[in-house]
């Protein structure tokens, strides 16, 4: 009887010990073979609002003349660059051309009838008030405007990342300070900890059609959003 009475104590303390992960450390689980482990995680989040505006703006001809066509593209991206200098915060680049032969259906045949010759101009800026005034200035040049993005640009996210991790550090070593302590253990010590960070970016859709971007002004398609960034501190805290 006594035995049994042992048995029935020895599987509640089990069970009260299973929520919070805390295991017996040995040799085989490569810890203190002294004391014990807890494993357990913490998390610092922040939602953020978006300070780089990425927008795409293209270039296209279309007729039976390719020379021309090519001819007409270039210098219209040539003006569009000159532009672009007077706008020195403002990072651009193309980032596309194609050339594709346009078909008309004849007597049963398809026949080439001309080209369509198409190239895109993107801009990057955290400046968003010069930025939209650019876009205005190379729609006039009659480059549309095809599509918009706002996100949080690398800097602004690196220093969010040290603040959080910061704080998610000091989150965890508060829960494993505390499961130790509850757990009766005196001392404890970090004996493996990882460190994870996920971004994530507006769900809103931003890209817009050609006609839509086309139909109102710049300044109402503007729509800065915010996305959230989290760290989280997940490992063992080793005590006895």
């Not at 991206?77 to 007077?86: D, P, Q, Y």
């Not at 193309?94 to 993107?122: C, F, H, M």
């Not at 971004?199 to 109102?216: D, F, G, I, N, W």
Request: aromatic residues 4%.
């Amino acid at each position: 009887m006594k035995n049994l009475q042992r048995l029935a104590v020895a599987v509640v303390c089990l069970l009260i010990l299973l929520p919070v992960t805390a295991v017996k450390a040995g040799p085989a689980l490569g810890g203190p073979e002294d004391g014990f482990t807890v494993q357990l995680s913490a998390w610092a989040e922040e939602e953020t609002v978006n300070d780089l505006l990425t927008a795409v703006l293209v270039v296209e001809r279309s007729g039976p003349d390719h020379a021309r066509l090519a001819l007409a593209v270039a210098n219209l991206m040539r003006r569009a660059l000159g532009e672009v200098e007077r706008y020195p915060e403002i990072k651009a680049h193309t980032v596309a051309y194609a050339t594709q032969p346009v078909y008309q259906r004849r007597d049963g045949k398809n026949e080439r009838v001309g080209w369509r010759i198409r190239q895109s101009l993107q801009l990057e800026s955290t400046e968003v008030e010069k930025t939209v005034e650019l876009i205005g200035r190379l729609q006039a040049l009659e480059l549309q405007l095809v599509a918009m993005n706002f996100t949080v640009s690398e800097q602004k996210k690196e220093r969010l990342r040290a603040t959080l991790t910061a704080a998610a550090i000091d989150a965890w070593r508060g829960k494993a300070e505390a499961a130790v302590r509850r757990l009766g253990g005196r001392v404890w010590r970090p004996y493996e900890v990882r460190i994870d960070d996920e971004y994530r970016p507006p769900v809103q859709p931003l890209l817009r059609t050609e006609a839509a971007m086309l139909s109102q002004p710049v300044e109402s398609a503007v729509e800065a959003g915010t996305s959230r960034l989290r760290v989280t501190v997940s490992g063992t805290a080793w005590g006895r």
